[in-house]
């Protein structure tokens, strides 16, 4: 079992910046793709970005991209979701994510954390 518990969320104006985090614990954090998905009220579930064990593949949803970076640090077993130039359709619960492939299909990540609240105001 992988845990994975959020944190850096909160309230930011429009064109501000947040680093979210996300620090795994558990059996093993070893060679899992980590993900970072969103949802927004009223919406499904949707995917924002993604980071091979490695590094060396990643993947952003258009919405996102130049906008926002995804990075890992293993030897901390923590990912990390650097969000600038913010925008008020960004506003959405925020979730990490583990798999052992990689995509952006949420049906493919096996393990969740329970999310960390990101609000962009006008």
């Known amino acids: 079992q992988v845990q994975l518990v959020e944190s850096g969320g909160g309230l930011v104006q429009a064109g501000g910046s947040l680093r979210l985090s996300c620090a795994a614990s558990g059996r093993t954090f070893t060679g899992y793709v980590m993900g970072w998905f969103r949802q927004a009220p009223g919406k499904e579930r949707a995917f924002v970005a993604a980071?091979?064990?490695?590094?060396?593949?990643?993947r952003y949803a258009d919405s996102v991209k130049g906008r926002f970076t995804i990075s890992r640090d293993n030897a901390k077993n923590t990912v990390y979701l650097q969000m600038n130039s913010l925008k008020p359709e960004d506003t959405a619960v925020y979730y990490c994510?583990?798999?052992?492939?990689?995509?952006?299909?949420?049906?493919?990540?096996?393990?969740w954390g329970q999310g960390t609240q990101v609000t962009v105001s006008s």
């Open positions: 980071i091979s064990w490695s590094s060396t593949t990643i």
């Open positions: 994510a583990a798999s052992a492939v990689h995509g952006s299909d949420s049906s493919r990540y096996d393990y």
